[in-house]
Nanobody
Framework: VQLQAFGGGLVQAGGSLRLSCAAS????????MGWFRQAAGKEREFVAR????????SYADSVKGRFTISRDSAKNTVYLQMSSLKSEDTAVYYC???????????????????WGQGTQVTVSS
């Protein structure tokens, strides 16, 4: 599956953004889908995940209650709605598909096999 993330930009603290991850090649319905982020000088970290079959979601503690991951199978797209943004949310955001179809993925980057190119989110304080 090929992924393309977009929707990043510059936003003031407290504002909102919605990131999109458009998939091609295979359906996002076949994979656990996740969002990760990587701030300058830091390792890539888990942000959110949505299950391929139950649509259950999980989030990093740092974004719980502020971010929402969702999926539109008809558009073959996964979204990350981000609200109440903080300066510490500044990072390049990546979408990813689980390493195997019809299987649950964890929260480690190694659990995901296909990655989008990343989109920059900058939150000004």
């Amino acid at each position: 599956v090929q992924l393309q993330a977009f929707g990043g930009g510059l936003v003031q603290a407290g504002g909102s953004l919605r990131l999109s991850c458009a998939a091609s090649g295979r359906s996002v319905s076949f994979y656990d889908m996740g969002w990760f982020r990587q701030a300058a000088g830091k390792e890539r970290e888990f942000v959110a995940r949505i299950s391929w079959n139950t649509l259950s979601t999980s989030y990093a503690d740092s974004v719980k209650g502020r971010f929402t991951i969702s999926r539109d199978s008809a558009k073959n797209t996964v979204y990350l709605q981000m609200s109440s943004l903080k300066s510490e949310d500044t990072a390049v955001y990546y979408c990813a598909a689980g390493a195997r179809r019809f299987s649950a993925a964890g929260t480690s980057p190694t659990d995901f096999g296909s990655w989008g190119q990343g989109t920059q989110v900058t939150v000004s304080s």
